[in-house]
């Protein structure tokens, strides 16, 4: 019913930035929140970020200060911008979104998943 299609990632020296995209489309009749997960070889998911439909974000301590999330409702977007980008980043990045379609059910999408490389 919705698909989420994820941009951005790459490979980046440490101390750099990245900016990570994600659009949602189908039969989408709201957003709740969006969010940013990621997850390392070896680990289970974390989540990054969140943002709710009215704009309030939540982050963990391990990116609190570098990472940057927002949202752009008109375009159904969530962006992940990533500052002071560190070796314990490296991970791959899953967007996720919390939505009701436009019959009215509830659901969850992810995206396909993006790779971010943080070199020392």
């Known amino acids: 019913q919705v698909q989420l299609v994820e941009s951005g990632g790459g490979l980046v020296q440490a101390g750099g930035s990245l900016r990570l995209s994600c659009a949602a489309s189908?039969?989408?009749?709201?957003?709740?929140?969006m969010g940013w997960y990621r997850q390392a070889p070896g680990k289970q998911r974390e989540l990054v970020a969140y943002?709710?439909?009215?704009?309030?974000?939540n982050y963990p301590d391990s990116v609190k200060g570098r990472f940057t999330i927002s949202r752009d409702n008109a375009k159904n977007t969530v962006h992940l911008q990533m500052n002071s980008l560190k070796p314990e980043d490296t991970a791959v990045y899953y967007c996720?979104?919390?939505?009701?379609?436009?019959?009215?059910?509830?659901?969850?999408?992810w995206g396909q998943g993006t790779q971010v490389t943080v070199s020392s």
């Open positions: 996720n979104v919390d939505f009701r379609d436009i019959w009215g059910s509830s659901g969850v999408s």
């Open positions: 943002i709710t439909s009215g704009g309030r974000t």
């Open positions: 189908g039969s989408i009749g709201s957003i709740n929140t």
